[in-house]
């Protein structure tokens, strides 16, 4: 089997606060295969954010990876120094964020923006780079791009302003798309239009996409894999379908269960009671195990490593034994 | 619908928001005065013990209707009225209070709708002592009477009555949602007014507010106004739902009509829109445009550019609500002309 | 309480900045010789009985005509410099306090009726506000000290001097409050909370005091405690130009100038121990100010 495009070994990340150590991500490990959509979804909190951020070395301080490795085309990024991630950066991986708004520059035209993007990465002329500047924003589907390259990110609506953004990570043709929450802002009908246009681009140009999010639903319409996060740690992992339709983690079964379904009759939606702990409060063993129906007297005191268990991949210390 | 009186009638109601320039650079530029009209021209009624909720996407003017209903805004026309009760008949506060009592609203985002700097005790009592609603026993009488009222409050809303000492930050977003419901239940009101109440809450989360909705509004029937863009939230607790876009109800119906055979084209637009999460595999047909400018909308039907099925009239004319059976109305040109539009939807 | 009290971020990071502890003890030790000026200065200044004509222009101790009894020398009329600085920083520092407090609650009074209530009252507010804000504020205080002044009856100007310069310091300075509370207060305004009780019908001034207010004092204490070295030295410059406090019970202000008028003839410290006193204060002042901006500013963690 050929090596993966991405490889998270192992990673960690920790806050170093005056308080002592807050470790936000715990020895999560994952695979990105070459133009595969990977979704990465759990609660506010879980994770998540963080270790995309990390994955493409803008975490801030006093957040830090204090463990693991990440391996892109089988070479370690998680410790190169400032210059060569820039680099990396604008080259291999582009990121989408969730505000569109701020991660474009107010006072310069997209076209500028694009342009300048264009040009600190490759060795196009002015021309050439205007040029690969419009191609891409037909690309992504903004008409009358001509009119529109000379307007400033103001002019633009939020589901056209999502649109530049993905444009402009697109720019040198990544390999890797980090996409943060990047529906959240925008309405349902938008949404769709920009999933699809996700969709589509890692289609045609087979860059794989991480695909952050809270949202079930975009998940499921979107990712090929995905990777269910609680309190900092991977609780279930598989392909979408089966995590979806068939979780074996409890507290994967309760999120799903949990989601609102049209056409789905039932007085009540299934709960999980209580909240995620807050990182300074995350209890021994499994962390999930205080709000767990399965939980036995073994769950608060081993943490449960991933095992296979059907399809998917799930942390649950019931499947120790290949049981239940 | 059915005859009896209903709770909350809304009936023609306008809200115009004046957003032009200041005045010296207005007359200086020689431009005329904008006008947004926020919500515009809608009726709407809700019976008692019923969960009414409005749909929509950003700026349909939802949330401005919330508003209006509880006061905050003033109508630029039309009335409301509450229990057969015109809002703008009573002018004076204290004609105002027995209405407000029964009248509550939950908020959105549940870190701000909480003033940080008070304890939880105090957040929840204020309704109480606003209204009076406990003036026996003297003063140290109903300061007890309150404090024993929060706590049973507290309980009532999953949490416990030791909570009323702490701060608003030491909570997580669900039990801040928490602290505004019971906060809104202290008036002991018979309306509440549900403004996107579990849409910045994880799903988890999400599920425990709206499974203690639903059993407080069995308890204590209540009526809700319930406004959402989520559809599967609205599914999940509507009776009958309003359908807005850019400031004017396009569908109303009840939930099973609605969802079961939708007619607006918007409204078909936006089921096409939810993400599947049932993996069926069918494929959608992701709408084209976007919701235009409301200072400048669309003549006639609004919604005229973004539809497939639209013809002159629908440039021309504005569609009213017609009732279209006993389970719905619409507001649409091809609807009432029975066009035929099963080509271009699913 | 006092355990949650040290274990704040305040305090931390207060431990952790050498300069603001140091400019923290310093201005402790000014408020503490001020309250306390009666038994800390040496001699009391004001008793002209004490005064000894034959004391004047004693230089400071290390020079060689210097008097141990006076540590930093005496000025013209035999008062020793020491203790008119001391009782001169007590009067400094409460005009200038008085007329933070002036200032802070005229400013924050009309900023939340201007920010809450908005139309045409917050209009005329912010256009006065910004009518004298393009005039420099000593400017102001002058102004309005001298109009003052021209209203009192002519007997009662000295014993009236220390009102007349709060309220003249305090008037010039409301603006900046004002400015910044309307600001938060807008923000504040639309809040969720606030609009809950206005759902619930509590009345306007109300919601101002018990919502909105306690949410915008964080960046007026900034404000007050930089104002108060700029109270300081408004005062000293009135002072300096005559129209401050009479010679007899001098600030620092009219110490300064006082020594001024001997400054060629050679007897330097009567000015420049007056003027390092001051600088001191206004040094230590500003710099717990801006710990104190950056620390309640959570955008510059």
Same mark, same amino acid.
């Given at each position: 089997?050929?090596?993966?495009?991405?490889?998270?070994?192992?990673?960690?990340?920790?806050?170093?606060?005056?308080?002592?150590?807050?470790?936000?991500?715990?020895?999560?490990?994952?695979?990105?295969?070459?133009?595969?959509?990977?979704?990465?979804?759990?609660?506010?909190?879980a994770?998540k954010?963080?270790?995309?951020?990390?994955?493409?070395?803008?975490?801030?301080?006093?957040?830090?990876?204090?463990?693991?490795?990440?391996?892109?085309?089988?070479e370690?990024?998680?410790?190169?120094?400032?210059?060569?991630?820039?680099r990396?950066?604008?080259?291999?991986?582009?990121?989408?964020?969730?505000d569109?708004?701020?991660?474009?520059?107010?006072?310069?035209?997209?076209?500028?923006?694009?342009?300048?993007?264009?040009?600190?990465?490759?060795?196009?002329?002015?021309?050439?780079?205007k040029? $690969?500047?419009?191609?891409?924003?037909?690309?992504?589907?903004?008409?009358?791009?001509e009119?529109?390259?000379?307007?400033?990110?103001?002019?633009?609506?939020?589901?056209?302003?999502? $649109?530049?953004?993905?444009?402009?990570?697109?720019?040198?043709?990544?390999?890797?798309?980090?996409?943060?929450?990047?529906?959240?802002?925008?309405d349902?009908?938008?949404?769709?239009q920009?999933?699809?246009?996700?969709?589509?681009?890692?289609?045609?140009?087979?860059?794989a996409?991480?695909?952050i999010?809270?949202?079930?639903?975009?998940?499921?319409?979107?990712?090929?894999?995905?990777?269910?996060?609680?309190?900092?740690?991977?609780?279930?992992?598989?392909?979408?379908?089966?995590?979806?339709?068939?979780?074996?983690?409890?507290?994967?079964?309760?999120?799903?269960?949990?989601?609102?379904?049209i056409?789905?009759?039932?007085? &009540?939606?299934?709960?999980?009671?209580?909240?995620?702990?807050?990182?300074?409060?995350?209890?021994?063993?499994?962390?999930?195990?205080? $709000?767990?129906?399965?939980?036995?007297?073994?769950?608060?005191?081993?943490?449960?490593?991933?095992?296979?268990?059907g399809?998917?991949?799930?942390?649950?210390?019931?499947?120790?034994?290949?049981?239940? | 619908?059915?005859?009896?009186?209903?709770?909350?009638?809304?009936?023609?109601?306008?809200r115009?928001?004046?957003?032009?320039?200041?005045?010296?650079n207005?007359?200086?530029?020689?431009?005329p005065?904008?006008?947004?009209?926020?919500?515009?021209?809608?009726?709407?009624?809700?019976?008692?013990?019923?969960?009414?909720?409005?749909?929509?996407?950003?700026?349909?003017g939802?949330?401005?209707?919330?508003?209006?209903?509880?006061?905050?805004?003033?109508?630029?026309?039309?009335?409301?009225?509450?229990?057969?009760?015109?809002?703008?008949?009573?002018?004076?506060?204290?004609?105002?209070?027995?209405?407000?009592?029964?009248?509550?609203?939950?908020?959105q985002?549940?870190?701000?709708?909480?003033?940080?700097?008070?304890?939880?005790?105090?957040?929840?009592?204020?309704?109480?002592?606003?209204?009076?609603?406990?003036?026996?026993?003297?003063?140290?009488?109903?300061?007890?009477?309150?404090?024993n009222?929060?706590?049973?409050?507290?309980?009532?809303?999953?949490?416990?009555?030791?909570?009323?000492?702490?701060?608003?930050?030491?909570?997580?977003?669900?039990?801040?949602?928490?602290?505004?419901?019971?906060?809104?239940?202290?008036?002991?009101?018979?309306?509440?007014?549900?403004?996107?109440?579990?849409?910045?809450?994880?799903?988890?989360?999400?599920?425990?507010?709206?499974n203690?909705?639903?059993?407080?509004?069995?308890?204590l029937?209540?009526?809700?106004?319930?406004?959402?863009?989520?559809?599967?939230?609205?599914?999940?607790?509507?009776?009958?739902?309003?359908?807005? &876009?850019?400031?004017?109800?396009?569908?109303?119906?009840?939930?099973?009509?609605?969802?079961?055979?939708?007619?607006?084209?918007?409204?078909?637009?936006?089921?096409?829109?939810?993400?599947?999460?049932?993996?069926?595999?069918?494929?959608?047909?992701?709408?084209?445009g976007?919701?235009?400018?409301?200072?400048?909308?669309p003549?006639?039907?609004?919604?005229?550019?973004?539809?497939?099925?639209?013809?002159?009239?629908?440039?021309?004319?504005?569609?009213?609500?017609?009732?279209?059976d006993?389970?719905?109305?619409?507001?649409?040109?091809?609807?009432?002309?029975?066009?035929?539009?099963?080509?271009h939807?699913? | 309480?006092?355990?949650?009290?040290?274990?704040?971020d305040?305090?931390y990071?207060?431990?952790?900045?050498?300069?603001?502890?140091?400019a923290?003890?310093v201005?402790?030790?000014?408020?503490l010789?001020?309250?306390?000026?009666?038994?800390?200065?040496?001699?009391?200044p004001?008793?002209?009985?004490?005064?000894?004509?034959?004391?004047?222009?004693?230089?400071?101790?290390?020079?060689?005509?210097?008097?141990p009894?006076?540590?930093?020398?005496?000025?013209?009329?035999?008062?020793?410099i020491?203790?008119?600085?001391?009782?001169?920083?007590?009067i400094?520092?409460?005009?200038?306090?008085?007329?933070?407090?002036?200032?802070?609650?005229?400013?924050?009074g009309?900023?939340?009726?201007s920010?809450?209530?908005?139309?045409?009252?917050?209009?005329?507010?912010?256009?006065?506000?910004?009518?004298?804000?393009?005039?420099?504020?000593?400017?102001?205080?002058?102004?309005?000290n001298?109009?003052?002044?021209?209203?009192?009856?002519?007997?009662?100007?000295?014993?009236?001097?220390?009102?007349?310069?709060?309220?003249s310091?305090?008037?010039?300075g409301?603006?900046?409050?004002?400015?910044?509370?309307?600001g938060?207060?807008?923000?504040?305004?639309?809040?969720?909370?606030?609009?809950?009780?206005?759902?619930?019908?509590?009345?306007?001034?109300?919601?101002?005091?018990?919502?909105?207010?306690?949410n915008?004092?964080?960046?007026?204490?900034?404000?007050?405690t930089i104002?108060l070295?700029v109270?300081?030295?408004?005062?000293?410059?009135?002072?300096?130009?005559g129209?401050?406090?009479?010679?007899?019970?001098?600030?620092?202000?009219?110490?300064?100038?006082?020594?001024?008028?001997?400054?060629f003839?050679?007897?330097?410290?009567?000015?420049?121990?007056?003027?390092?006193?001051?600088?001191?204060?206004?040094?230590a002042?500003?710099?717990?100010?801006?710990?104190?901006?950056?620390?309640?500013?959570?955008?510059?963690?």
């Amino acid at each position: 089997m050929s090596v993966p495009l991405l490889q998270i070994n192992n990673l960690s990340i920790e806050f170093n606060t005056r308080r002592g150590n807050l470790v936000a991500v715990e020895d999560i490990s994952f695979e990105v295969a070459e133009g595969e959509i990977f979704g990465i979804v759990g609660e506010s909190g879980a994770g998540k954010s963080l270790t995309g951020k990390a994955i493409i070395g803008l975490l801030e301080a006093p957040g830090r990876i204090s463990g693991g490795k990440i391996l892109l085309n089988n070479e370690r990024i998680d410790n190169l120094p400032y210059e060569q991630m820039r680099r990396l950066r604008g080259k291999s991986i582009g990121m989408v964020f969730q505000d569109p708004l701020t991660s474009l520059n107010p006072l310069y035209t997209i076209g500028r923006q694009l342009i300048e993007t264009i040009q600190t990465h490759t060795n196009h002329t002015a021309t050439q780079a205007k040029n $690969r500047a419009l191609e891409l924003l037909r690309e992504v589907g903004i008409p009358a791009a001509e009119k529109r390259i000379d307007q400033f990110p103001h002019q633009f609506s939020g589901g056209m302003r999502q $649109r530049v953004v993905i444009a402009l990570a697109l720019c040198v043709n990544p390999k890797l798309i980090i996409a943060d929450e990047p529906t959240t802002a925008l309405d349902v009908s938008i949404q769709a239009q920009i999933l699809t246009l996700l969709k589509n681009l890692c289609r045609k140009h087979g860059t794989a996409v991480i695909l952050i999010t809270h949202d079930m639903g975009v998940i499921a319409e979107t990712a090929n894999r995905v990777a269910v996060m609680y309190a900092g740690k991977i609780a279930e992992i598989g392909p979408v379908r089966e995590v979806v339709q068939n979780p074996q983690h409890p507290y994967a079964q309760g999120l799903m269960a949990s989601i609102p379904v049209i056409g789905r009759k039932m007085k &009540y939606l299934a709960q999980i009671d209580g909240s995620m702990p807050r990182i300074a409060e995350r209890p021994s063993g499994c962390a999930f195990h205080p $709000r767990c129906p399965h939980a036995i007297e073994l769950c608060n005191k081993q943490i449960p490593e991933l095992l296979n268990k059907g399809k998917t991949k799930a942390a649950c210390l019931l499947f120790r034994n290949g049981n239940p | 619908m059915s005859s009896e009186t209903p709770l909350l009638k809304v009936d023609a109601v306008q809200r115009f928001f004046d957003v032009s320039k200041p005045w010296l650079n207005r007359v200086l530029a020689n431009e005329p005065k904008l006008l947004l009209k926020a919500v515009d021209d809608i009726s709407f009624s809700i019976r008692k013990g019923e969960t009414f909720s409005l749909v929509g996407e950003s700026g349909c003017g939802k949330s401005t209707v919330a508003r209006l209903i509880v006061g905050l805004y003033p109508t630029s026309s039309g009335s409301i009225e509450f229990e057969g009760t015109d809002f703008s008949t009573l002018s004076k506060r204290n004609q105002m209070a027995p209405l407000r009592r029964r009248m509550t609203m939950i908020f959105q985002d549940p870190y701000t709708s909480l003033n940080p700097r008070w304890r939880v005790r105090d957040i929840i009592a204020e309704p109480i002592r606003a209204f009076g609603l406990t003036n026996t026993g003297g003063i140290s009488g109903s300061r007890l009477q309150i404090f024993n009222r929060v706590a049973e409050l507290l309980e009532q809303v999953g949490l416990s009555a030791a909570d009323g000492d702490k701060y608003p930050h030491e909570f997580s977003g669900g039990q801040c949602q928490r602290i505004s419901i019971a906060r809104a239940l202290a008036s002991e009101p018979d309306f509440i007014v549900c403004d996107e109440p579990t849409s910045a809450l994880d799903v988890s989360v999400q599920a425990q507010i709206l499974n203690l909705m639903k059993n407080l509004q069995r308890e204590l029937e209540l009526t809700y106004l319930f406004i959402s863009h989520d559809l599967a939230v609205v599914y999940h607790v509507s009776d009958n739902i309003g359908v807005m &876009y850019l400031g004017r109800l396009c569908e109303i119906a009840d939930k099973e009509t609605l969802f079961t055979n939708p007619r607006h084209p918007y409204t078909r637009m936006l089921f096409n829109a939810i993400p599947d999460i049932n993996m069926s595999g069918k494929e959608r047909i992701p709408v084209s445009g976007e919701v235009p400018n409301p200072i400048e909308p669309p003549s006639g039907c609004t919604f005229h550019p973004r539809c497939p099925i639209a013809n002159e009239r629908c440039k021309r004319e504005r569609p009213e609500l017609q009732i279209v059976d006993s389970h719905s109305q619409v507001a649409c040109h091809a609807i009432e002309e029975k066009r035929n539009m099963e080509v271009h939807f699913i | 309480m006092l355990k949650r009290f040290f274990d704040s971020d305040l305090v931390y990071s207060f431990t952790r900045s050498p300069v603001t502890i140091l400019a923290g003890l310093v201005t402790v030790l000014y408020f503490l010789a001020s309250i306390f000026a009666g038994f800390v200065a040496p001699h009391n200044p004001f008793d002209m009985a004490s005064l000894d004509i034959m004391d004047s222009f004693i230089p400071p101790v290390w020079e060689v005509d210097g008097d141990p009894r006076f540590l930093l020398g005496t000025d013209d009329l035999g008062r020793g410099i020491l203790s008119t600085i001391i009782h001169g920083s007590r009067i400094s520092l409460f005009i200038g306090f008085s007329s933070v407090i002036f200032s802070l609650v005229l400013g924050v009074g009309l900023g939340l009726v201007s920010g809450f209530l908005g139309g045409k009252l917050d209009a005329f507010i912010m256009r006065v506000a910004e009518i004298q804000l393009s005039f420099p504020a000593i400017l102001i205080a002058l102004l309005i000290n001298g109009v003052l002044r021209g209203i009192l009856p002519v007997g009662q100007q000295s014993n009236l001097a220390y009102y007349v310069l709060i309220l003249s310091i305090g008037v010039s300075g409301w603006v900046q409050y004002a400015r910044t509370v309307r600001g938060s207060t807008m923000v504040e305004r639309n809040k969720e909370y606030v609009q809950s009780a206005r759902v619930i019908g509590i009345h306007p001034l109300l919601i101002m005091w018990r919502h909105i207010l306690p949410n915008v004092m964080g960046p007026i204490l900034v404000i007050a405690t930089i104002h108060l070295a700029v109270a300081v030295i408004s005062e000293a410059t009135l002072s300096f130009l005559g129209v401050g406090v009479p010679p007899t019970e001098p600030s620092l202000g009219t110490l300064i100038r006082i020594g001024n008028d001997f400054l060629f003839s050679g007897e330097w410290w009567i000015t420049i121990f007056p003027g390092l006193a001051l600088a001191i204060l206004v040094l230590a002042v500003n710099l717990l100010g801006d710990w104190l901006r950056d620390v309640l500013n959570p955008k510059l963690r």
